[in-house]
């Protein structure tokens, strides 16, 4: 296709392409398998009044990162692991670090201690690896689940290349203080508020416009719903650790599945079409920044989205690609729409005879 205009994030490529600032998220799953969500504020210059994943920059003290214009950059490392348990302690109070001497517990801090960590640690008073150590822990790095990577579309100014992870606190019967496990908010620095509750509750919200989520939080919390699913019996008002627990390992085998799998995809959301006031946007792209790579999004899902400016987005549901009729695509949309759909096919029979040879040698 021209390269004058780019198809997948509706770009002028004659204008300089703004960075993608590298960030990290986590999907925080709590003792009963509900997800964390915090409410940033109004005034904040993204995502104003949204509720969010905890999240956010990557520091240089995280770690090193490759620099811009290495498509490195968009993987998976231990600058993202560390960014993303610092934010995540920074914005909610919770700690994901192990003990030094055991670390098959987690650390188990007082709350005087755990504020004024975040308080030192948020206005650069300590280094948060250091201070983690003087307390006897290590930021538990080795139980973050890579879980799609987002990268803003190429149009938005302000864009951000995030690896979203998955962390499961210990479930509710293991016997640790829950109090560990109670987010708060930061005082009002970036979020107003911090909650758990289960997907499908912070779906049903959204949809009845009482909370903001933008595509990504909506998309990812839509894939959840399937597998944490909250108890609907009177007679048991928790699930038992048995069931808990299931819920747990049948989400994390979702996440090995797929091609690539959602541990690998890299996700730039893009306007397939317009339905109504509503736009039907694609996933399977990766974004510019991995253009010619065989990195790639979901080619089978799309999300359905109105975009409504300061006051966030409405209509968000999830559906499959299948599904969406090419009517009313301009020519050129179908031409690339059909370029793509080579594409696939080009690089599934490319994987398909790498994995022959492969197995050819195996055998050899």
């Not at 590298?22 to 003792?31: M, Y």
């Not at 903001?212 to 699930?239: T, W």
């Not at 009313?328 to 080009?346: A, I, S, W």
Request: charged share 25%; glycine share 8%.
């Amino acid at each position: 296709m021209s390269h004058t205009q780019d198809k997948s994030n509706n770009r002028d490529t004659s204008k300089p392409l703004p960075k993608a600032s590298p960030s990290a998220s986590i999907l925080l799953i709590s003792p009963t398998n509900e997800i964390l969500l915090l409410r940033r504020v109004q005034k904040s210059s993204s995502f104003a009044s949204a509720h969010v994943f905890p999240g956010g920059h990557i520091d240089p003290e995280d770690g090193p990162l490759p620099p811009q214009g290495d498509v490195r950059l968009h993987e998976d490392n231990n600058a993202y692991r560390i960014g993303a348990i610092r934010e995540c302690f920074e914005e909610s109070g919770i700690l994901l670090a192990r003990n030094l001497n055991n670390t098959s517990s987690l650390l188990q801090l007082h709350d005087q201690q755990r504020d004024a960590g975040r308080h030192a640690i948020h206005n650069k008073q300590v280094r948060f690896q250091d201070w983690v150590r003087s307390h006897g822990g290590i930021p538990d790095t080795g139980h973050l689940y890579p879980f799609t990577r987002w990268l803003t579309p190429a149009n938005i100014p302000k864009r951000f290349s995030t690896q979203m992870y998955l962390y499961f606190l210990p479930l509710a019967h293991t016997g640790i203080p829950q109090t560990l496990h109670i987010p708060t908010s930061d005082g009002g620095v970036e979020h107003t508020e911090a909650k758990f509750l289960p997907a499908s509750e912070w779906l049903s919200l959204a949809q009845a416009e009482k909370i903001i989520l933008f595509p990504p939080q909506f998309f990812l919390l839509s894939l959840f719903a399937d597998f944490l699913k909250p108890n609907v019996s009177s007679e048991d008002q928790q699930p038992s650790a048995g069931t808990l627990q299931s819920q747990r390992d049948d989400l994390l085998d979702f996440v090995k599945t797929g091609d690539p799998p959602w541990s690998e995809k890299c996700i730039s959301p893009w306007p397939l079409k317009k339905d109504g006031k509503r736009l039907v946007m694609g996933l399977d792209d990766p974004g510019p920044e991995l253009e010619g790579t065989n990195r790639r999004g979901d080619a089978e899902r799309v999300i359905w989205v109105q975009f409504k400016g300061k006051e966030g987005t409405s209509g968000m549901e999830v559906g499959w690609r299948k599904d969406i009729s090419d009517e009313g695509l301009k020519d050129e949309e179908k031409e690339y729409l059909e370029v793509r759909r080579k594409e696939r096919e080009r690089r599934s029979g490319g994987e398909e005879l790498e994995r022959a040879l492969r197995g050819g040698k195996e055998n050899l």
